[in-house]
């Protein structure tokens, strides 16, 4: 079965930048009519759909990181990463990667990691 | 952004009680909703896609349905493992959108 983990700091300093790498495993990134996505959740916000990939590199992002996020894919490695700069306290959240199926929502989660912004 | 409003916010239920939770889309949507399970610390398991259609393994008793913008999760009898938090998820357009959740408590 399909399985995605991500990976990466539990803490950041504000103004720095997060990242992130998700795993997948028991598939392929390069799977025609996949994307992987990334998710955070936060106790004041919800759920915000961060951005996603294909494994070609075309990425889609919010518009409310865009500025800030760089979603990119490694295939060689079977990984998708996530980057988002100039961090505050403010991006403080569970952070998840999910695959997305094409005319589909999101299917496989990985587990989440946190991560604080926090000097 | 598309809004997705979701109802009740909380709600309290018994085991085998037939429970209802409404998500209002801001705009159409066509039939592009999700509904999500999530229970603490998990990742949110995917429960309807395309408003209606029943993801793979889960049980019958959730249902869902559409009216216009307005969408329905149905658990026709709750079970001990239903108590969660449920969530919406509008995937027809860019930037997708979640509704705030509602939680499903015992009553």
């Known amino acids: 079965q399909l399985q995605l983990q991500e990976s990466g700091p539990g803490l950041v300093k504000p103004s720095e930048t997060l990242s992130l790498t998700c795993t997948v495993s028991?598939?392929?990134?390069?799977?025609?009519?996949?994307?992987w996505g990334w998710i955070r959740q936060t106790p004041g916000k919800g759920l915000e759909w961060i951005g996603n990939?294909?494994?070609?590199?075309?990425?889609y992002y919010n518009p409310s990181l865009k500025s800030r996020v760089t979603i990119s894919v490694d295939a060689s490695k079977n990984q998708f990463s996530l980057t988002l700069s100039s961090v505050t306290a403010a991006d403080t959240a569970v952070y998840y990667c999910?695959?997305?199926?094409?005319?589909?929502?999101?299917?496989?989660w990985g587990q989440g990691t946190l991560v604080t912004v926090s000097s | 952004d598309i809004q997705m409003t979701q109802s009740p916010s909380t709600l309290s239920a018994s085991v085998g009680d037939k429970v209802t939770i409404t998500c209002r889309a801001s705009?159409?949507?066509?039939?592009?909703l999700a509904w999500y399970q999530q229970k603490p610390g998990k990742a949110p398991k995917l429960l309807i896609y395309?408003?209606?259609s029943l993801e793979s393994g889960v049980p019958s008793r959730f249902s869902g349905s559409e009216s216009g913008t307005e969408f329905t999760l149905t658990i026709s009898s709750l079970q001990p493992d239903d108590f969660a938090t449920y969530y919406c998820?509008?995937?027809?357009?860019?930037?997708?959108?979640f509704g705030q959740g509602t939680k499903l408590e015992i009553k």
């Open positions: 705009q159409s949507i066509s039939s592009w």
């Open positions: 999910a695959r997305l199926p094409r005319m589909l929502p999101f299917d496989y």
């Open positions: 395309k408003a209606s």
């Open positions: 028991a598939g392929s990134i390069s799977s025609s009519g996949y994307y």
């Open positions: 998820q509008q995937y027809n357009s860019f930037p997708y959108t």
């Open positions: 990939c294909y494994y070609s590199g075309s990425t």
